[in-house]
C-alpha cells in the first residue's frame, strides 16, 4: 500500500497525531486555558511543531531544487536542528527514560542511530565518487576550454575523458549491457582499455565492506517502527511521541541520502507508514512520494543516484559525446560555436560539484559525529539517572 494512499480508521490503534497531547488536556482540562499545560507536554508539542516547520520548507522546494547538493545539505541542517532539538528532550526526561517502556523505545532509537553511521560512511564513498567524475570533467575544459584554436588532439583528450566518465557512472546492476553499447558508440578497440578503467574506478576503497548493503540497512532502521498507541502515549506522557518522530527523522534522511548519492545496493523500496495526524508527516510523504516519482523517469531509473548534479552530469556528458561523435576538422564557425556552448555546460556542471561537495562532506562527516555524541551523551545521563534512583 502506499504511503499516500494511508488513511487511518477511527479505531485505528495509532489514531492519534500533533495535537495528542493538547486533545488529551482538552479532554481532562476541558475549561481550562492553555498555560495549564505542563512545561513537558509544551516541550514535546515544541518540537513537533518545529520538525514539521523543517520539513514544510524542504517540501516547498521546486522540481528544480529538490534533490540538488544545496537541498541536501538543508536537509542534513534540519537533521542537526532536530537532533539538537531532541537531546535536550532526552536530558530533560532522562529519569523517564531508563522506566519501563520508555527504556525499550529510548534503546530502539539509538540502536536505529547506530545503523544510521554506516549509511554516513557509504555517503561520504559515494561523494568520492563524485569527485572521480569532477576530474575527466575538468580535463574535458582543459582540453577544449580557452583554447583558441580546437586541434584532433584536444578533442582526443576530451572524448577519452568522456568515454572513462561514461565507465565511471555506470551502475553496476547493468554495466555489462550498458557497457557493450559504449564499446559500439566509441569503438570495439576500446573495449578492453574500458574494462580495465572501470576496473580501476571500481578499486577505490570503500570505508564499508564489500557486503554491505545500502537497501538493507534502511529496512534495518525501518524495522519495527510502529506509531505509538493513544494508552501508550498517555501512560509515556507524550515522550514515545518524541522518540517516534526523531525515529522517523532519522530513517527518512538516511532513505532520501541513499536515493540522491552513490553508495552500494542503492534500493528505495523502504515504506514509509505513518498516520497523517502528525504534522510532520504530510511533508515527509509528500517528498517521499515526489523523489519516488523522479526516480521513476524514464531517464532517471538506471542512475547511480538522483543528485540533480549527477543527472547535470549524465546530461552534458551525453550532449558532448554526441558532439564529438559528429565533429570533422577542420571545424566550420557554426561548429565551433556549438563546442563552445557545450563547454560552457560543462563547466557550469563542474562549477557546481566542485563548489557543493566539500561543504556537503563536512556536513556528512558533521551528522556523523553528532549522532555518535548524542547516543553517548544520552546514554551516559540516562545511565547516572537510573544508578541515582
Known amino acids: 500500500m502506499p504511503a499516500t494512499d ?5 479505531s485505528s490503534p495509532s489514531s492519534f497525531g500533533f495535537s495528542i497531547l493538547s486533545r488529551r488536556r482538552d479532554q481532562v482540562h476541558s475549561m481550562e486555558s492553555t498555560h495549564d499545560a505542563t512545561g513537558q507536554e509544551t516541550e514535546l508539542e515544541a518540537f ?22 544545496p537541498w541536501i545539505r538543508k536537509l542534513l541542517d534540519a537533521f542537526l536542528c532536530c537532533q539538537e532539538e531532541f537531546k535536550i528532550i532526552v536530558m530533560n526526561n532522562k529519569s523517564k527514560l531508563n522506566k519501563p517502556p520508555m527504556d525499550r523505545h529510548i534503546s530502539d532509537f539509538f540502536e536505529r542511530s547506530v545503523k544510521a553511521l554506516d549509511v554516513c560512511n557509504a555517503i561520504r564513498d559515494g561523494i568520492e565518487q563524485i569527485r572521480q567524475w569532477e576530474k575527466q570533467l575538468e580535463i574535458v575544459l582543459c582540453a577544449l576550454g580557452n583554447q583558441r584554436s580546437i586541434g584532433e588532439g584536444q578533442f582526443r583528450r576530451a572524448k577519452k575523458a568522456l568515454v572513462d566518465l561514461a565507465i565511471a557512472m555506470l551502475d553496476e546492476k547493468d554495466s555489462n549491457t550498458t557497457l557493450a553499447h559504449r564499446n559500439r558508440s566509441f569503438g570495439r578497440h576500446n573495449a578492453q582499455k574500458e574494462q580495465r578503467s572501470f576496473g580501476h574506478f571500481r578499486s577505490l576503497s570503500w570505508s564499508v565492506s564489500r557486503s554491505w548493503s ?23 506522557n507524550g515522550l514515545n511521541v518524541a522518540v517516534f518522530t526523531m525515529n522517523y527523522v532519522l530513517l527518512f534522511v538516511m532513505w532520501a541520502l541513499v536515493a540522491a548519492i552513490p ?8 515504506h514509509f507508514y505513518m498516520t497523517r495526524q502528525f504534522l510532520w508527516a504530510v511533508p515527509i510523504l509528500s517528498l517521499h512520494e515526489r523523489i519516488l516519482e523522479e526516480a521513476k523517469k524514464r531517464d532517471r531509473r538506471n542512475s547511480c543516484g538522483l543528485l540533480k548534479e549527477i543527472h547535470d552530469i549524465e546530461k552534458c556528458a551525453r550532449h558532448m559525446n554526441e558532439l564529438t561523435d559528429s565533429i570533422h576538422f577542420p571545424l566550420t564557425e557554426e561548429k565551433e560555436r556549438e563546442v563552445k556552448q557545450r563547454i560552457e555546460e560543462v563547466r557550469r556542471v563542474y562549477d557546481a560539484i ?16 553528532r549522532i555518535v555524541r548524542s547516543r553517548t551523551d544520552g546514554l551516559d545521563s540516562i545511565s547516572r539517572a537510573n544508578s541515582h534512583d
Open 6 to 10: 494511508y488513511q487511518e480508521s477511527s
Open 48 to 69: 513537533q511543531r518545529q520538525v514539521a516547520e523543517r520539513f514544510q520548507d524542504l517540501a516547498a522546494a521546486d522540481s528544480h531544487e529538490l534533490l540538488s547538493i
Open 214 to 236: 545500502a537497501a538493507r540497512q534502511l529496512q534495518a532502521i525501518s524495522s519495527n517502527l510502529v506509531a505509538p498507541r493513544g494508552n501508550e502515549i498517555m501512560s509515556t
Open 263 to 270: 553508495c552500494q545496493d542503492r534500493g528505495l523500496q523502504t
Open 354 to 369: 566542485k563548489d557543493g561537495l566539500d561543504p556537503l562532506e563536512r556536513q556528512v562527516r558533521e551528522v556523523f559525529h
